[in-house]
C-alpha cells in the first residue's frame, strides 16, 4: 500500500528535487504477511501443533493487550515458532517492496540522482528476553537495526562502526552539499547530536563513535550504553517485567546477551555509569530528566494495558471504579506480574 501511494507521488514529482518519507509498517505487530511469503516461511511450522501454546502467551504480562493488537488478527497460532516465522516473513515481503521502489525509480530515470536511507526505527524480539513479539529491552535485537546508506558518487562498502540513528540528518544535509563546500559555513553540524557519516562511508575514518546511548520509557524506564565490547542497562522503572538494577553483557563472548556479569564486573559497571552520567549531565545541562517526568506520569504502554484490561472487564460484566488522573491502583498490572 505505501508503494502504490509513492509510485504516483513519485511520477508527479520525478523532474524535480523532492524530499519522500515512506514508513513501511509491515514488520510490525499484527505479523499478516502476504502471500508467497506466507507459505515461504511457514510451510513447516505451520503443521507442528503445541497444546501448550496459547497457555504460554497468557503468561506474557503484555497478553491482554497483545492479545487485541496482535494474536487476535492470526488466523492460527500452532506454536511460537510459527508467530516468529510470520514476522520473517513480513521481512521478506519489505525487502520485496523495497526492490520494487527501486524499480520504479529506475524506470523514472532518477535512481542514480538519489540520495537513499532505508533504516529500521528498532528490532523485535522473538521469545527471548521477557518481551515476546515485542521491542522492550535495550538488548541487540531491538537497538541494532539496519541502516544502507546509497548515494551519487559514494562507492558501495560495509561499514563496521559505532553509528546512531541521530547521525541521519547530518548525513544527509553533508551529501546534499558534496557539490560546493566552500559555500557551506564552518562548523554548520556542529550544533547537532549526531555527526555525518560521510568520512566512515568514504574511508576516510576508521571510526565513528566509541560509545552509542540508549533509551527507552514505554513498557519500561531503562538507559543504556553500547561500545564494542559491553552492553550496560541501567533500570529506572521495569514497568511490568523482572529485570531490575542493572545490567552488563561481554557482547564479544555473548552476543546474545544471556549472561548478565553485573555483579561479577563492577569495575566495568561503574565505569559505565560514570559515561552515561557525564552524558546525562552535558544534555540536561541543568533541566529536570524527562524519562523521571513520564515515570511519574505512568509509562505509556503500562498505561494502555491497564486500560485494555479494564475495557476487557467491563465487556465481561465486572464493576470497575472509575480512574484517577493518573492510575488506578485496582488495575495494578505491575503487582499482577510481580511473581
Not at 515512506?22 to 499478516?32: E, F, G, R, S
Not at 541501567?234 to 514497568?239: E, Q
Request: hydrophobic residues 40%; proline residues 7%.
Amino acid at each position: 500500500m505505501v508503494n502504490e501511494l509513492a509510485f504516483p507521488w513519485l511520477e508527479e514529482h520525478a523532474d524535480e528535487d523532492f524530499f519522500l518519507f515512506l514508513h513501511y509498517w509491515d514488520a510490525h505487530v499484527p505479523y499478516v504477511p502476504e502471500e508467497p511469503f506466507r507459505s515461504r516461511h511457514t510451510w513447516h511450522s505451520r503443521r507442528r501443533i503445541d497444546p501448550e501454546v496459547m497457555a504460554q502467551l497468557q503468561s506474557r504480562p503484555s497478553f491482554p493487550l497483545f492479545k487485541r493488537t496482535h494474536y487476535d488478527h492470526l488466523e492460527q497460532i500452532p506454536n511460537l515458532d510459527f508467530i516468529a516465522d510470520l514476522h520473517y516473513a513480513e521481512v521478506e515481503y519489505l525487502d520485496h517492496e523495497l526492490g520494487r521502489l527501486f524499480a520504479h525509480l529506475a524506470r523514472l530515470g532518477i535512481l542514480d540522482d538519489c540520495v537513499i536511507v532505508i533504516f529500521g526505527d528498532h528490532g523485535e524480539n522473538m521469545t527471548d528476553h521477557d518481551a515476546w513479539f515485542d521491542h522492550a529491552g535495550l538488548y541487540d535485537s531491538v537497538v541494532h537495526v539496519p541502516l544502507i546508506i546509497r548515494a551519487p558518487g559514494v562507492e558501495a562498502r560495509r561499514v563496521d562502526s559505532l553509528v546512531s540513528l541521530i547521525d541521519v540528518m547530518p548525513t544527509i544535509l553533508e551529501l546534499q552539499q558534496l557539490g560546493d563546500p566552500p559555500d557551506r559555513p564552518r562548523g554548520a553540524f556542529d550544533d547537532f547530536d549526531g555527526r555525518s557519516l560521510l568520512p566512515v562511508m568514504t574511508g576516510g575514518a576508521g571510526g565513528h563513535r566509541d560509545a552509542v546511548m540508549l533509551s527507552e520509557c514505554t513498557w519500561q524506564a531503562k538507559r543504556g550504553v553500547r561500545t564494542k565490547d559491553w552492553k550496560y542497562i541501567r533500570c529506572l522503572d521495569p514497568g511490568i517485567y523482572p529485570r531490575t538494577g542493572s545490567e552488563l553483557y561481554d557482547l564479544a563472548a555473548d552476543p546474545d546477551e544471556q549472561v548478565d556479569l553485573s555483579t561479577e564486573r563492577p569495575d566495568v559497571v561503574a565505569s559505565m555509569d560514570a559515561l552515561m552520567d557525564r552524558w546525562l549531565d552535558a544534555r540536561l545541562a541543568g533541566r529536570t530528566d524527562p524519562m523521571l517526568e513520564v515515570i511519574e506520569f505512568g509509562l505509556p504502554a503500562v498505561k494502555r494495558l491497564e486500560d485494555v484490561i479494564r475495557e476487557d472487564r467491563e465487556a465481561n460484566g465486572e464493576v470497575c471504579a472509575p480512574r484517577p488522573a493518573d492510575r488506578d491502583a485496582s488495575i495494578d498490572v505491575r503487582s499482577r506480574f510481580a511473581a
